[in-house]
Nanobody, 126 residues
Framework: QVQLAESGGGLVQAGGSLRLSCVASGRTFSIYMMGWFRQAPGKEREFVTAITWSSGQTFYAASVKGRFTISRDNAKNTVYLQVNSLTPEDTAVYYC???????????????????WGQGTQVTVSS
């Protein structure tokens, strides 16, 4: 079992920045990849970015590339999401997720991930 806890969300004006955190606990040694997703009201959960736990390889959704940065601190079992140049379209609940199955790299489907946090709300005002 892996437990995930996000924090760092909040209300920010357009153009602003936030840093979201996701702390993993439990069987963290079994994590292969960590991802961030988001879900806006009335919309499906959307892939944002992911990072491999051991090597730190990353990939991003086109909509956030150049504005968002994922990183991890293995010593703290924490993954970060730096979100910059926010727009109202970035308003959503942001979730982190853990994938335990090594193999394919570009895992962008929610069903690829095994464990989820409770989410943290990001609201961007215009």
């Amino acid at each position: 079992q892996v437990q995930l806890a996000e924090s760092g969300g909040g209300l920010v004006q357009a153009g602003g920045s936030l840093r979201l955190s996701c702390v993993a606990s439990g069987r963290t040694f079994s994590i292969y990849m960590m991802g961030w997703f988001r879900q806006a009201p009335g919309k499906e959960r959307e892939f944002v970015t992911a990072i491999t736990w051991s090597s730190g390889q990353t990939f991003y959704a086109a909509s956030v590339k150049g504005r968002f940065t994922i990183s991890r601190d293995n010593a703290k079992n924490t993954v970060y999401l730096q979100v910059n140049s926010l727009t109202p379209e970035d308003t959503a609940v942001y979730y982190c997720a853990a994938d335990l199955a090594p193999g394919s790299f570009y895992k962008t489907r929610a069903t690829d991930y095994d464990y989820w946090g409770q989410g943290t709300q990001v609201t961007v005002s215009s």
